[in-house]
Each structure stands twice: as structure tokens, then as C-alpha cells.
């Protein structure tokens, strides 16, 4: 293990979540909030520290093979959890720092669960807003990642900077675009930015003040979900919630197919089995929502202009797991009615493509799951029939096949001891529909959930949250990173 690499690298993270933190400290400062030094302190304190570990910590190698990648990611991102929760705790916007902790990894992790209420996030809108903005930034940041922003942007990367790729994006694979890693990272980066910024234009003339653009647009392209009014989405008009219905979809594809395009080779795109996997869910599940809806009382659709706005909002909300909602502030998700709630708790596990934005499972890792499941069928059937398992025009190896079985499996168990955790919470009216949808809802990065913790997570108490806040960060890093780094063996010298 070298960890002279290992701590220099997070140092480095450290001085670049420093400069970050200069954003929301000019947006406060603008503002004219007095959350700005708050903001300015822990800018100073991360900057400190980075530079101690840059210059104290000198590696003399470079090299960085898969250990060091994954656990280079996973302590760089409890490192921006821990110091990011810092502005909300010196400023006294969420002073227990449990809470902040949670609402930090819920930012870092783009999972938008949230402690705050609605009348608390309505309160802070009017009174601090940079610290709104640093909350959402949080998704942005989080969305592509800490690392691969750090590569991007920093010069003379090792070689090997694609084992901290692989570790950070989310997906069974992460491919080179082009051969070098950096490269790699700034076409991801570039693409991550355009896109941003097209949302943002198009919120401000469909009406939306420029602030919640920004904001709005953050939580979009990193798939997050906070945001900066207590009913979420709903107070802004339909243009505003088609637009970001439809940035939602665009965040939850593979950004790779997107570097395909650009490059006109549109028939390689566009033979994505994912892609069309992920647009068929989508279509799949706004058709019988819409239909559910149509049947049901609910008194928030006139028309079905409405409806079917509502439906796709709502699943595109779900599958990329960004957790935004179009539900007006008088009722939440648990009024809609049996089978929308059905589908879209389904939805949750999937999430978005390999190499997007979103979380969940996959559709590609829920694709190779129901290849391997066929295939076995196959087998018992047919014993001496090859059956060999194809997927995007490649045939899979047992080794794959075995990977993605194996991480199921880990996802699970991790999924099921979320849930027994929860169950022993005795907060105001939690219950085993609360505890089994919050536990799904933070493992795959989404946000919300159903019954009381509809409403955010502040009836759990501060363990709970810990084991939440954590629970997310293994579902954005995608379990290997944060277990390998907890693993004693990992730091035993051989």
C-alpha cells in the first residue's frame, strides 16, 4: 500500500474543496449574509490541511494501482463529507453536527434525503441562501465526482489516475472516452458543465428566478434532489417542471454516448442496449402511472395535461434518483395511490444508466442480472447447450457475470442491515414502511421515502443517521471503496 500517495492525493482533494468553497462564500457575501465567514472559515480550515498533507507528505512514487484507487476515493469522500458539514454547523444553520454530517453525505452522495423540514428550508430561503447554494453545490460537485474533478483540472495526473476513475464513477464499467485518464475526465467534466449550463438558461426564460436556476440545476445534473423551496418543485410553473423532467432523463444516460454523438457516430450510440432499456422503463412507467393517476381522486391534476406531467416528473424523478417532486406542498407521496407508489418504489432499485449522474442499481448491472438468471434457466433445461450471455454486442464471461451476481449480493445484505438498524429506532411514527423505503431510498442515493420520513429524516435519531449517512456513501461509491477502507487488512503491511 503506498500511503504517502494515498494521503498527498487527499490533501490535494482538500485544497480543492477549499477553493470550491469560495463559491457559495462570494454568493453569500453578494447577498449579504453573515453565513459567509462561516463558509470562509472552513475554506481556511481545509486549506490548511491540505496544504500540510501536500507538502509534509510527499510520496516517492507516484503509482497507483486498484487498492490505493479505491481507497483514495472513499477517504477523500468522508474528508468532504466531514469538513463540507462545517458551514452548517459554525454558522448554526444545522447546529448538531450529526445532522449536518447527514445532510452533507447526502449532498456529496447526490442523495437529497434531508433533515430540514419544509417550513425550515422556506425559512432559510429568505435568510441564507449561500448556504443554500453550498447545500445544492454539494450535488454538483458530488454528481461527476471529487476526484475527477481533481484530474481534470490538476496538471501531471499519474498514468494510473483511471483505477481512482473506476473507483468514482458509478456503473458496473467505466471506460476510457480517450486513451489518457485525464483527458478522460476533462471530456466528462466539459460535458457535465455544458449541460449544466443549457438547464440553467432554459429555467431562467421558462421564468424561474436566476437563483433557483442555479440551484435547481445543480441538484438536477448531479441527480441530487435538494431544493430550495418546502415543496420541492411544485410552486414553479409547468414549463420549469418539463425542463428539469427532462434534464433528469438526460443526467440518468452514459455520458460516454454522449461523447458519441458529438463525434456524429450516432449509429454506435444508438445501438445502446442500456439506452434503449432506460428509455422504455421510463416509457413504461409514465404510461401506467398516468393511468393510475387519471383513476385516482387525487385533486392536484385538472386535466390531463396534469396528469401525465405529474407521471413523468415523478419517474423521471425516481429512476435517475434525483427525488425531486412535483406534489403540491399540501399532500406528499404517500397520497398517490397503491400501484404509482408500487412502480415507483420498483424504480428506486433500478436507477439510472452505467457512467451517468444517477444511482441505483443499474440498468445495465439489472440487464446482466436477468441474462444470468435466463442463462440458468437455460442450463437446467438444456445442460449441454453453450448458452453464452450477450450484452451491448459483447458476450459476458463467467467472471462478469459472477462480479455482478456477487455485488447483488452484497447489496442486499448491505440494504437488509440498513433496514434492521432503522427498526430499532424509536422515533415519532416510524414505521416498516418509513424504515424499508428510507434504507432503500439512501443506499440508492434517491432521497425520498414514504410514510413520515416523506417529510425528511429528522424523527430518526442521531445514530440512525450516521448509519444513513454512511448507507449513502456506500451506494454513490458502489460498496467496494467504503468497505475496503473500513477492512483492517487493508492497512496491514505486507
Known amino acids: 500500500m503506498n500511503y504517502r500517495v494515498i494521503f498527498n492525493t487527499i490533501g490535494k482533494v482538500a485544497i480543492v474543496l477549499a477553493i470550491l468553497l469560495a463559491v457559495p462564500t462570494v454568493v453569500a457575501a453578494s447577498l449579504a449574509e453573515s453565513a459567509w465567514w462561516a463558509i470562509l472559515t472552513t475554506a481556511g480550515i481545509s486549506l490548511v490541511i491540505g496544504l500540510t498533507l501536500t507538502f509534509a ?79 445544492s453545490f ?169 396528469v401525465v406531467r405529474h407521471a413523468v416528473f415523478q419517474v423521471a424523478s425516481f429512476i435517475s434518483t434525483t427525488g425531486y417532486s412535483s406534489i403540491p406542498s399540501n399532500m406528499d407521496i404517500n397520497a398517490f395511490p397503491l400501484l404509482s407508489k408500487g412502480l415507483l418504489f420498483l424504480l428506486m432499485f433500478i436507477g439510472g444508466c452505467a457512467g451517468s449522474t444517477g444511482g441505483g442499481l443499474k440498468v445495465s448491472r439489472v440487464a446482466i442480472l436477468c441474462l444470468a438468471v435466463r442463462k440458468e434457466l437455460r442450463r437446467v433445461l438444456h445442460p449441454r447447450n453453450a448458452n453464452a450471455v450477450k450484452f451491448e454486442g459483447k458476450t459476458l464471461s463467467d467472471e462478469t457475470l459472477n462480479g455482478v451476481a456477487r455485488y447483488f449480493g452484497l447489496y442486499m445484505l448491505i440494504l437488509a442491515a440498513t433496514f434492521v438498524v432503522l427498526c430499532f429506532d424509536s422515533g415519532e411514527g416510524l414505521t416498516v414502511e418509513s424504515n424499508i423505503t428510507a434504507a432503500v431510498s439512501c443506499v440508492n442515493n434517491i432521497g425520498p421515502a414514504y410514510g413520515v420520513a416523506a417529510s425528511g429524516y429528522y424523527m430518526y435519531h442521531w445514530f440512525s443517521k450516521l448509519i444513513l449517512s454512511f448507507a449513502m456513501l456506500i451506494g454513490r461509491l458502489e460498496i467496494y471503496p467504503i468497505l475496503l477502507t473500513l477492512s483492517p487488512s487493508t492497512w496491514i503491511r505486507r
Request: aromatic share 14%; charged share 15%; hydrophobic share 50%.
Open 138 to 306: 454539494t450535488h454538483w460537485i458530488g454528481g461527476m465526482g471529487v476526484i475527477v474533478f481533481l484530474m481534470a483540472f490538476e496538471g501531471g495526473s499519474s498514468n494510473r489516475g483511471m483505477h481512482i476513475l473506476r473507483a468514482e464513477m458509478p456503473g458496473p464499467t467505466v471506460d476510457k472516452i480517450v486513451p489518457r485518464a485525464r483527458s478522460t475526465a476533462q471530456i466528462l467534466y466539459l460535458l457535465y458543465i455544458g449541460f449544466t449550463v443549457a438547464q440553467i438558461v432554459a429555467l431562467i426564460i421558462a421564468g424561474m428566478p436566476v437563483f433557483d436556476s442555479f440551484v435547481i440545476s445543480f441538484g438536477t445534473a448531479g441527480t441530487g434532489g435538494f431544493g430550495v423551496r418546502g415543496d420541492s418543485i411544485a410552486s414553479y410553473g409547468a414549463a420549469c417542471q418539463w425542463i428539469i423532467a427532462v434534464f433528469m432523463i438526460l443526467f440518468g444516460i452514459n455520458f460516454n454516448l454522449y461523447y458519441l454523438w458529438i463525434l456524429r457516430k450516432f449509429k454506435q450510440a444508438f445501438k445502446s442496449q442500456e439506452l434503449w432499456m432506460f428509455l422504455g422503463i421510463i416509457i413504461v412507467a409514465s404510461t401506467a402511472v398516468s393511468i393510475d393517476l387519471a383513476l385516482s381522486s387525487l385533486s392536484f391534476h385538472d386535466s390531463a395535461h396534469d
Open 57 to 135: 507528505v510527499r510520496p516517492r512514487s507516484k503509482a497507483i494501482f486498484s487498492k490505493e484507487g479505491l481507497v483514495i476515493v472513499a477517504l477523500s469522500w468522508i474528508y468532504v463529507s466531514a469538513i463540507g458539514a462545517l458551514p452548517f454547523v459554525i454558522s448554526g444553520m444545522i447546529p448538531n453536527y450529526i445532522d449536518a454530517f447527514f445532510e452533507t453525505c447526502s449532498g456529496f452522495s447526490t442523495t437529497g434525503a434531508t433533515i430540514l423540514s419544509g417550513a425550515r428550508i422556506d425559512e432559510l430561503y429568505a435568510t441564507d441562501k449561500g448556504l443554500l447554494f453550498w447545500r
